[in-house]
């Protein structure tokens, strides 16, 4: 008795599932025969709805590399003291001297006129306009690198102000500086790609909507004679967010391969670029994880789209 | 079958459309509605299709009281009454099978059974072999005859059919009309809105007859 019950319960669900697939099945396949329907502006509306993820998403990606890149610049802590170009490295010695018993001071190296000239010939590729000139135009310079405990912005600003106080120096550089400032600007960019992504997306759904709400319309008379044979809403609107969400795959996978040509366009440039500073900097596409939440986004996108529009028509239906 | 209890439908903004107009309708029974145009027939079939809900009174479906079903429910009661309009309301780019098999997709059918009832009921209706034409290749009475296959295609007990003849010639209109005694004698109950006195006089069953909005005795 029991078993025969549990039976009969099994025999429903197994339906019911059998129901469930059957109704997505076909909103599933119709929903992609509409859109295959009209090629032509159902390959217009992709377009528009890639190109429109495709702006922030190449933001994003530009800025992510930048980040990645300041990331690798983060070794220095180091001051770099000019000094006044009259001086020489004998006139030196004595400043170091006394920089290297500073409390601050973890380890001083001189670079004299020679070494420096040397390196910037390395470094620039600029080594041939510089044999033109009739004598060494470098400064000599002490690079100070402080102990951990001075490893703030803060207090090694501090350090640096004293530094230049100094009548021996001509000016401090210091890379955590401008590295700092990098960083800022880097956060405000990120700040902005937010906000197009927002206004961006908004877009995208309006455009899922819009073209959503076009077929709507085309099919108003087929929709009331489905609710009038007995349709529920469910019924009705799984179609169209069906097609929401192949707008929104579609429209994705569109963008992500719009970005990802691009990476590969910029990806030579950027290396020869690299080379010549002599790192090893590469262009990352999209993680794994990345790649699949902005194609979840989209998916999510238009699916919304969707949804609030065929929501609205189906409430305001008289029949 | 079917009840109406003293049911009044105001239209906002205009007179009463039905003023509490009570009768009941017995299952099997093949039921013609008359009236001048304006006497409120069409407005008594969409109160009975729950295309609009009474202003007062009470109306039964199956002994169930449906006046104040929640609209999440109308879909299922639908899906017991066969619906037949006077402009076919068949959708113009879907094929005549799909057109008569509607209903089925609708209620969740496996495609076998679809298949099966499709073919069935456009063959009861004499249009088999048309199945792949699109409704604007067919004459008015071809139509509305897909139209009368996609109402019974899922045999549901009660058929309402608003003015099903009233763009058809005399010899076609009574050729559907014979169909819905065909249906009746089967078990259908059927409900047949039509102005037309003479028509209606040709054929068996009773007639409630309504002047601005009131029965009266046909």
């Known amino acids: 008795m029991e078993s025969a019950g549990r039976k009969a319960g099994l025999k429903f669900i197994r339906d019911r599932l059998h129901t469930f697939l059957r109704l997505h099945g076909y909103a599933l396949f119709s929903s992609l025969g509409d859109l295959w329907r009209a090629p032509v502006m159902t390959f217009m509306t992709l377009l528009v709805i890639a190109v429109t993820l495709a702006l922030p998403l190449t933001f994003y990606l530009t800025l992510a590399n930048l980040q990645r890149l300041s990331g690798t610049l983060d070794e220095s802590w180091k001051v770099s003291l000019y000094l006044d170009p009259k001086l020489n490295e004998r006139d030196a010695k004595p400043l170091v ?47 100070i690198s402080p102990r951990p405990q001075w490893e703030s912005p803060e207090r090694l600003a501090e350090l640096v102000t004293e530094w230049e106080k100094l009548p021996q120096v001509d000016f401090a550089q210091w890379n955590m500086h401008w590295l700092q400032r990098l960083r800022a600007w880097l956060q405000l960019a990120e700040r902005g790609v ?26 108003h008379e087929e929709i009331e004679v489905m609710k009038l044979l007995g349709a529920t809403h469910r019924f009705i609107r799984r179609p169209f967010i069906y097609s929401g969400f192949w707008y929104g795959a579609s429209g994705g996978l569109m963008a992500l391969t719009l970005v990802w040509g691009l990476s590969i366009m910029m990806r030579s440039p950027a290396r020869s670029l690299a080379d010549m500073y002599g790192t090893s900097f590469t262009i990352d596409f999209l993680t794994f994880t990345e790649w699949l939440s902005f194609a979840g986004f989209s998916v999510a996108l238009g699916v919304m789209g969707a949804w609030l529009v065929v929501t609205r028509h189906l409430w305001q239906l008289r029949v | 079958m079917l009840q109406f209890d003293q049911v009044t439908k105001q239209y906002p903004g205009s007179g009463e459309a039905l003023k509490g107009v009570s009768f009941r309708i017995e299952r099997g029974e093949m039921v013609f509605i008359t009236g ?27 002994g169930k009281n449906v006046t104040r079903l929640p609209n999440r429910k109308i879909p299922f009661v639908r899906r017991r009454i066969g619906l037949i309009f006077q402009d076919y309301r068949l959708v113009h780019y879907r094929t005549v099978y799909d057109n008569v098999a509607m209903p089925l997709l609708i209620a969740g059918y496996g495609p076998d059974e679809i298949d099966r009832r499709t073919r069935a009921a456009l063959s009861k209706v004499g249009l088999a072999g048309l199945e792949r034409r699109f409704p604007i290749t067919l004459s008015g009475g071809e139509q509305q005859r897909v139209g009368i296959a ?21 010899d076609l209109s009574m050729e559907i009309m014979a169909m819905f005694r065909e249906f009746n004698q089967v078990g259908v109950t059927m409900m047949v809105v039509s102005h037309d006195q003479e028509l209606v006089s040709r054929f068996a069953g009773r007639v409630l007859h309504l002047e601005q909005g009131r029965l009266v005795d046909g």
């Open chain 2, 150 to 170: 996609r109402a019974i295609v899922s045999r549901p007990p009660l058929i309402l059919a608003d003015e099903p003849t009233g763009n058809l010639d005399p």
């Open chain 2, 36 to 62: 001048h145009s304006g006497a409120g027939k069409s407005t008594l079939l969409r109160l009975t299709a729950l295309i609009e809900r009474p202003s007062r009174g009470n109306i039964l479906l199956n």
């Open chain 1, 194 to 219: 937010v906000m197009l992504g927002a206004l961006l997306s908004l877009t995208v759904l309006l455009v899922v909507g819009n073209t959503i709400r076009l077929e709507l319309e085309n099919r």
């Open chain 1, 97 to 143: 001297a006394r920089l290297r018993k500073q409390d601050a001071v973890a380890s001083v190296e001189l670079i004299d006129k020679d070494t420096g000239l040397a390196k910037f010939r390395h470094d620039s590729g600029f080594g041939d306009v510089l044999k033109a000139l009739p004598e060494n135009p470098l400064p000599v310079v002490i690079e």
